[in-house]
């Protein structure tokens, strides 16, 4: 099974209110909208693994760590992030790591 971090976001979000929806109007059965969301799940994942290449670096005080389920956690204040010429500073991040190898590839 894939991770599901990105059902959170704002594509994520949206899939889920569109299917949702379908399944109000009874166009779809609810276990096909989970196989959708499932899908979505390995496709992102898949994806942000295969095709970004984009490289960022961060600098910042580390407030907290947790390590659970071989999940990283991550809660920094006053970070800096660069990627070539730009510079944006946060005040507090939150980064969840998880690693990308052992996503559960072999139920595929």
Do not use: H
Not at 7 to 35: M, V
Not at 44 to 61: D, E, H, Q, W, Y
Not at 71 to 89: A, G, I, M, S
Request: hydrophobic content about 40%.
């Amino acid at each position: 099974m894939a991770y599901q971090l990105y059902r959170n976001t704002t594509l994520g979000n949206s899939l889920q209110e569109s299917l949702d929806e379908l399944i109000q109007t009874q166009q779809i059965t609810p276990q096909l909208a989970l196989q959708v969301l499932l899908q979505f799940d390995k496709a992102i994942n898949t994806a942000l693994a295969n095709r970004v290449c984009n490289r960022v670096n961060f600098k910042g005080s580390l407030n907290t760590y947790r390590f659970c389920d071989n999940v990283w956690t991550f809660v920094l204040n006053d970070v800096e992030f660069r990627e070539v010429t730009d510079l944006v500073k946060v005040d507090k991040v939150k980064i969840v790591a998880c690693d990308g190898k052992n996503t559960g590839n072999a139920a595929e």
